[in-house]
T-cell receptor, first 114, second 109 residues
């Protein structure tokens, strides 16, 4: 089991472009969580998804950000019209179904907006 | 509101010295707390969770509901313990976590 895979590891975008961050959960994991880490801050929850469903998006900015976890393929975090303030490390975690299960983290994608 | 506070950004100790990384939380329900560790250039890993009461790599943490704390302790620090440590609180459902800002532990030889 390769673990949670995120790509790309580093992404540079110009202001106004779109950023797409991908997360492939561990085998057998149907729950995915996205977190953002701004410089000098801890990880902040963004969104919790199960296959084809958004369960909790209370941490997502209201505009420009969206997330999906289709039936087939990785989970995608999409940021439209990026601004400098979007520069951060974005981490994905996955877990199997159930309450007392462990979430496993990917290595993150570092987004830099220039 | 759920909140996790780690007051120290950086903790620097000598090898063999005791270590205590502080964590305080705010949560109205029954908390479930975790410590995660991130070694240089590696992914975040679960170090321990309070419900399992384990000791991992010599680290322990006791939940103190009266002081709303979950401090991480190790009696004798090793150089390989140098890393970023995050305290986290589990939210209402699933595995949604609320993280503290993290503490960098540096163990000097």
């Amino acid at each position: 089991n390769a673990g949670v895979m995120q790509n790309p590891r580093h992404l540079v975008r110009r202001r106004g472009q779109e950023a797409r961050l991908r997360c492939s959960p561990m085998k057998g994991h149907s729950h995915v969580y996205w977190y953002r880490q701004l410089p000098e801050e801890g990880l902040k929850f963004m969104v919790y998804l199960q296959k084809e469903n958004i369960i909790d998006e209370s941490g997502m900015p209201k505009e420009r950000f969206s997330a999906e976890f289709p039936k087939e393929g990785p989970s995608i975090l999409r940021i439209q019209q990026v601004v400098r303030g979007d520069s951060a490390a974005y981490f994905c975690a996955s877990s199997p179904p159930g309450q007392n299960t462990e979430a496993f983290f990917g290595q993150g994608t570092r987004l830099t907006v220039v | 509101a759920q909140r996790v506070t780690q007051p120290e950004k950086l903790l620097s100790v000598f090898k063999g010295a005791p270590v205590e990384l502080k964590c305080n939380y705010s949560y109205s329900g029954s908390p479930e707390l975790f410590w995660y560790v991130q070694y240089s250039r590696q992914r975040l890993q679960l170090l321990l969770r309070h419900i399992s009461r384990e000791s991992i790599k010599g680290f322990t943490a006791d939940l103190n509901k009266g002081e709303t704390s979950f401090h991480l302790k190790k009696p004798f620090a090793q150089e390989e313990d140098s890393a970023m440590y995050y305290c986290a609180l589990k939210g209402e459902y699933g595995n949604k976590l609320v993280f503290g800002a993290g503490t960098i532990l540096r163990v000097k030889s």
